[in-house]
């Protein structure tokens, strides 16, 4: 997660082709949120379109500081019901 993470924020990991193997990596700069799921996790239908609303509204935004850096407890974990 880390590495993806590092490669979606345009810090290229040194192991970055083995993350993408196909298509064109910078093509993941635009990328606004990732769902994982674990292997006991389902994602019903529509569920992930739910999430995605929900970590859109404006009221679950990052707050950053002056840096850019983001604030602590201004970040949102949420879980399929």
Same mark, same amino acid.
């Given at each position: 997660?880390?590495?993806?993470?590092?490669?979606?924020?345009?810090?290229?990991?040194?192991?970055?082709?083995?993350?993408?193997?196909?298509?064109?990596?910078?093509?993941?700069?635009?990328?606004?949120?990732?769902?994982?799921? +674990?292997? +006991?996790?389902?994602?019903?239908?529509?569920?992930?379109?739910?999430?995605?609303?929900?970590?859109?509204?404006?009221?679950?935004?990052?707050?950053?500081?002056?840096?850019?850096?983001?604030?602590?407890?201004?970040?949102?974990?949420?879980?399929?019901?």
């Amino acid at each position: 997660m880390e590495e993806l993470n590092r490669l979606i924020s345009g810090m290229q990991p040194q192991d970055a082709k083995r993350l993408v193997f196909v298509g064109d990596p910078e093509r993941l700069y635009s990328v606004r949120f990732i769902i994982t799921l +674990d292997s +006991d996790t389902q994602l019903p239908l529509g569920t992930a379109r739910k999430m995605i609303e929900t970590l859109a509204h404006p009221l679950n935004q990052p707050r950053f500081d002056a840096e850019g850096k983001i604030l602590p407890g201004s970040y949102t974990i949420i879980q399929p019901a």
